[in-house]
């Protein structure tokens, strides 16, 4: 079984500055790892995930993650928020091995000001 | 882009009432999940088909819910009797497997009142 622990339920930031979202798993046997964005009245879209190799990985809209195996994190960053990314963003882990369901943190709420 | 769809987008329906709520899922993708999001929960997984077959229901109340798969074109969540803790939005999800993702559906909002 996995489990994910999102640290922030909220990180208030203003635009054009840098933005951490905290990612934390548990696991005894390999996963993948992905980050969805929620935006208001609106289902999951994918942002990016890390299947295997390189331990950063690049999305759409500017963000992108870094596996760390050692600390069992899988950290989103973007240098540079807009407004437009004020939304809830979700953590999840999948085992990769035979019929494997999707794991969500509890969601992290970005609220960009101005 | 191929979607996801669920019908209804809105629901209010009275405590008692039988509830139906519908996904279709993108054409090719042979896994379909449907979650429950709420404030104080999160997302849960209440039910996992894999080429129609339900691999994994434990996540759903037994009693008064259940999911089924007709056809690979429909997946169906249905609540019978509902209950004002049944309120929360109703999420379908579809993909081939786990690493490419899945897409989700924009959701059911059922308010049972």
């Known amino acids: 079984a996995q489990s994910v622990t999102q640290l922030d339920s909220q990180v208030p930031v203003f635009e054009e500055a840098p933005v951490e979202l905290r990612c934390n798993y548990s696991?005894?046997?390999?996963?993948?790892l992905f980050w969805y964005v929620q935006y208001p009245n609106q289902g999951l879209q994918l942002l990016l995930k890390?299947?295997?190799?390189?331990?950063l990985v690049k999305g759409i809209n500017g963000f992108e993650a870094e596996f760390n195996k050692s600390q069992t994190s899988f950290h989103l960053r973007k240098p540079s928020v807009h407004i437009s990314d004020t939304a809830e963003y979700f953590c999840a882990v999948s085992g990769q091995k035979g019929y494997s369901t999707l794991t969500f943190g509890k969601g992290t709420m970005l609220l960009v000001s101005p | 882009d191929a979607r996801v769809t669920q019908t209804p987008r809105h629901k209010v329906t009275e405590m008692g009432q039988e509830v139906t709520m519908r996904c279709q899922p993108i054409?090719?993708?042979?896994?379909v999940f449907w979650y429950r999001q709420t404030m104080m929960q999160g997302l849960e997984l209440l039910a996992y088909?894999?080429?129609?077959?339900?691999?994994?229901d434990s996540g759903m109340p037994k009693d008064r819910f259940s999911a089924e798969m007709p056809d690979a074109t429909l997946a169906t969540l249905k609540i019978q009797p509902s209950e004002p803790r049944d309120s929360a939005v109703y999420f379908c999800a579809s993909g081939p497997e786990a690493h490419y993702g899945y897409t989700f559906g924009s959701g059911t909002r059922l308010t049972v009142v």
């Open positions: 088909f894999r080429n129609r077959a339900p691999l994994d």
């Open positions: 054409l090719g993708h042979n896994t």
């Open positions: 890390y299947l295997s190799g390189s331990t």
């Open positions: 696991s005894s046997v390999s996963v993948y």
